[in-house]
């Protein structure tokens, strides 16, 4: 610890901190443009000046920059003398010369951390009347908005993009006096991650161009804590409502998950929510019915037939388990294919053993050598794979001790490290967006995978004994590996289901085994693909194929279908003979599909924004979301309501009678000891502080009557939410809540996104109230998980292997219904290597054929060098290539069109 005074006001604080975080840290109102916490410092800005003095005799002193300046024992400084002033006062109207001072107009206005700056400064009346200097905007696509009159040269933009998230194609192009920020040719920005310059930017130069299309000021949202659903990391989310329609989704802090970053999917997939596919009311045969008429059709039914239930990963875990207790355990199956359901339950079983650890994202970046197996983390856990980047970045820079640089002074470290990064190893069947950080790079089938990856797992077992099969290269190359792996102090092991093969699984496990041996604190990331994937086989209910088999051979009448298009999961064939053998089947979804279209009931549930629940991301972190809005239609309900209601009424309550407010969470706990804890994840209901629920609206909201003026001139009372401690009003607590619940950021001086920093213990670390969700995974090690899985055999009949390449823009259903998403997504294509190509006689950008199963799909031919041959990529799941089951084969049709 260091003492140091502070405008002659003694402090003890952390040595070798810089300076800013430290002032910020202590409530000391510093301003700033530059620094970024998770990016350290570069002083490019010269905006948070201070006063630096030899001792207390000193009367003079130098001006220095505060996020430049090491914290020591004994440090005199002053923040407000004249001198450091009046430098920030010059320095702010220098910086807003050329700024055109468009508040009233940019979507930044109110949320803008440069106003915030400016006003703490005191800087409010502009001298400069001359021309100011302008700039052409350039066009980056459907997610970006580019405005580059409003740029200060901060080079936050930069930084992030291009060292942090590793882009190319946004940069500074500067000549003489004018300096430029953005592509050398407008055009899509190409990385997953280009949302968040709509965060680190501190003025409105990178704005939300889908929040345009319908845009609304910070003040003027209704907002709420959230859960990313668009993928199994459970990345923390606000998101804000107006007029009934979602609008925006920013980043929440949590620094165990997402940190201060976001994908881009996640960032813009909220857009679904709003699109005319949405389903408004019940429908029974695909004609709106009236309540009574639904409950006395849903009473009949489920009263006098046997039902089934078919689970969903992407529905909440109160919702399945609803689902669960209505049909009863042995009637309850989830909607995954044989494959899927073992492979995800290998996942538990692995994660549940406690015998390797399985890291949050914070711990990822802390790792110092990687392994990637049959996975592309770019696109099918996207946060993930930043958190990688992080750790490849910066593993070289553990040598900062030596030289004594400290580790927040980014420039410095930069400098000396030059492109050096981490050992990343990747055996994938083609190349990937982290290929370019790897170390060695094995582009293999599926299968040839499991091979190398098992040779490994033998090395680094019995060093003296290596497989016998190896060729020398391959021998020293997996050698090379084995050594860098068991030398880390702290290595990663990342694999999934991605591409449906369990011997992969297999031998990431083994290879984790053998490393936890060496004294290591070795991590295992094992990706699933969907928002509750952990929690649905935490239920352990069997696979929906099992549920296709006994319909085949015993009478059910109905199927209840929750949040889930069977069409996209399974082949035409396979569901149509399924559900002609039932006789009624109800589906609750958000959105219209193959699945509702069929169906004798049609009941419309809420999205992640419209209602509560809880999610289990794929580190086993049980977390809540709330709802931020209620929907338009009194109709539309949460999943988990339909579903209690049912099953009251399957016990023979009449509709009047039926409880609106089941506690579901602590009847799962109860039953089912694995989800123990998860009480924990949020307050208990009827949760206020100081007898006031947190407000959804900040206290600036307007407009509040006028939404209502054309139904009626007085305000209509607010919607009474007793599932969670938020008010649907600008009334209630106007303290800052516990930072965990805090609806959106906001504090006195801080109106933009940088108020996170008033809700951390420290600028850059843990909230304030140490609730992040709760762990369901143990910790100590317990039984290694067994394993009985044969190697799948050699592929005949002149058939190819077919591997699923996920997107992260297309593969995920509901974000794909999401127009800025959709027009990212990839059109059908065929990937092949250059000798499977020249086999078929195909060339690039032609179109083939190709047949799965009774299924003939056109697709245009990508030709990829680094392919393995015997094998041919698809893009998992999007428009136009749905309904195939996985692990697949296909025959390809030499007869191009």
């Not at 859960?227 to 989310?237: D, E, K, M, R």
């Not at 015993?554 to 003979?577: H, T």
Request: one cysteine or more; proline letters at 7%.
């Amino acid at each position: 610890m260091a003492d140091i005074s502070i405008d002659n006001i003694p402090y003890t604080v952390a040595e070798g901190k810089n300076l800013l975080e430290v002032c910020l840290s202590l409530g000391i109102k510093l301003p700033y443009f530059c620094w970024h916490p998770a990016m350290g410092s570069v002083g490019a800005c010269r905006q948070c000046a201070v006063t630096v003095f030899k001792d207390v005799n000193d009367t003079r002193g130098r001006l220095m920059m505060a996020c430049m300046e090491p914290v020591r024992d004994g440090l005199y400084i002053s923040v407000n003398n004249a001198s450091a002033r009046a430098f920030r006062a010059q320095n702010i109207e220098w910086l807003m010369t050329n700024h055109p001072h468009d508040c009233a107009i940019c979507d930044e206005g109110g949320a803008c951390h440069l106003q915030d700056m400016t006003v703490l400064t005191g800087h409010a009346y502009r001298k400069y009347n001359y021309p100011k200097r302008t700039h052409l905007n350039q066009n980056l696509g459907p997610l970006i908005h580019h405005e580059m009159n409003r740029c200060i040269q901060c080079y936050r933009c930069v930084r992030y993009y291009k060292e942090y998230a590793g882009g190319r194609d946004l940069d500074v192009f500067a000549a003489h006096d004018l300096v430029y920020f953005g592509r050398a040719h407008e055009g899509n920005l190409e990385n997953e991650f280009s949302g968040n310059l709509t965060e680190v930017c501190p003025t409105g130069v990178f704005t939300d161009k889908t929040l345009r299309q319908h845009y609304t000021r910070k003040w003027d949202m209704t907002m709420a804590p959230s859960i990313c659903p668009h993928c199994s990391l459970g990345c923390n989310v606000i998101a804000g409502e107006r007029y009934g329609s979602l609008r925006q989704i920013t980043n929440r802090h949590n620094p165990f998950v997402n940190g201060y970053f976001l994908c881009d999917r996640g960032r813009y997939g909220y857009d679904f929510s709003n699109q005319p596919q949405r389903i408004p009311e019940p429908l029974i045969d695909n004609v709106v019915a009236t309540p009574e008429i639904l409950f006395n059709k849903l009473s009949e039914i489920v009263i006098n037939n046997k039902l089934i239930g078919i689970g969903s990963p992407r529905a909440s875990l109160e919702a399945n388990f609803a689902l669960r207790q209505l049909v009863g355990v042995e009637n309850f199956y989830q909607s995954l294919s044989e494959p899927e359901t073992e492979l995800t339950k290998k996942i538990l079983a692995i994660n549940q053993s406690g015998t390797i650890h399985t890291p949050s994202m914070a711990d990822i970046e802390r790792t110092d050598a990687v392994l990637i197996l049959g996975e592309d983390p770019t696109n099918s856990a996207p946060r993930l794979a930043l958190s990688l980047r992080q750790a490849l970045r910066n593993q070289p820079l553990e040598e900062a001790e030596s030289i004594r640089v400290p580790s927040w002074n980014d420039a410095a470290l930069r400098e000396k490290i030059q492109d050096q990064s981490g050992p990343l190893y990747i055996a994938y069947p083609r190349s990937t967006k982290l290929d370019d950080l790897a170390t060695h790079t094995n582009h293999l089938a599926p299968n040839a995978i499991a091979d190398w990856a098992f040779a490994l797992a033998q090395l680094l077992e019995q060093p003296d004994s290596p497989p016998a099969s190896l060729s020398n290269q391959n021998h020293a190359d997996l050698m090379a590996i084995a050594q860098t792996l068991k030398r880390s102090k702290r290595p990663l092991i990342v694999s999934g289901m991605s591409l449906f093969n369990e011997q992969i699984l297999q031998a990431a496990y083994r290879i984790a085994l053998a490393l936890n041996k060496q004294d290591q604190k070795t991590d295992l990331a094992l990706i699933l693909p969907e928002s509750n994937s952990t929690g649905l086989a935490l239920l352990q209910a069997p696979s929906i194929e099992k549920a296709f088999s006994r319909a085949s051979n015993e009478s059910i009448d109905g199927v209840l279908v929750l949040e889930q298009d069977l069409y996209r999961q399974f082949p035409l064939e396979k569901v149509d003979g399924f559900l002609s053998r039932i006789e009624h089947l109800i589906v609750i979804d958000q959105i219209h599909h193959g699945t509702t279209s069929k169906a004798t009931i049609v009941l419309p549930s809420t999205t992640f924004a419209e209602s509560s629940g809880t999610l289990v991301n794929s580190e086993g972190r049980g977390q809540r979301y709330y709802a931020v809005f209620v929907p338009g239609s009194e109709a539309i309900r949460p999943a988990w309501s339909w579903l209690n209601d049912l099953r009251q009424i399957k016990g023979g309550l009449q509709v009047e009678e039926l409880d609106q407010h089941p506690d579901l969470l602590s009847e799962l706990i109860e039953l089912l000891p694995e989800f123990a804890g998860l009480d924990r994840v949020g307050p208990k209901p009827g949760y206020l502080i100081h007898e006031q629920k947190i407000p959804r609206e900040p206290h600036r909201f307007s407009g509040r009557t006028a939404m209502s003026a054309h139904l009626t001139i007085s305000e209509p009372k607010p919607p009474v939410d007793t599932h969670s401690p938020y008010g649907f009003t600008m009334e209630g607590y106007r303290g800052l809540p516990p930072a965990p619940l805090a609806p959106y950021y906001w504090a006195p001086s801080w109106n933009s996104g940088q108020a996170v920093n008033q809700y951390q213990q420290d600028f850059n670390g843990e909230l304030k109230e140490n609730f992040y969700g709760f762990r369901l995974f143990p910790g100590p090690v317990q039984t290694p998980v067994s394993w009985s899985a044969e190697q799948p055999e050699n592929i005949s009949n002149g058939d190819i292997e077919l591997v699923p390449f996920v997107h992260i823009f297309g593969s995920e259903w509901l974000s794909s219904l999401s127009p800025g998403i959709a027009s990212l997504a990839p059109k059908p294509y065929l990937a092949l290597s250059v000798l499977e190509a020249t086999r078929y006689g195909l060339e690039p950008d032609i179109e083939a054929k190709l047949q799965i199963g009774a299924k003939t799909f056109t697709l245009t031919v990508q030709i990829h060098p680094e392919m393995p041959e015997g094998i041919a990529g698809i893009p998992y799941q999007i428009m136009g290539l749905t309904g195939i089951e996985w692990p697949s084969f296909g025959k390809i049709n030499p007869e191009t069109s």
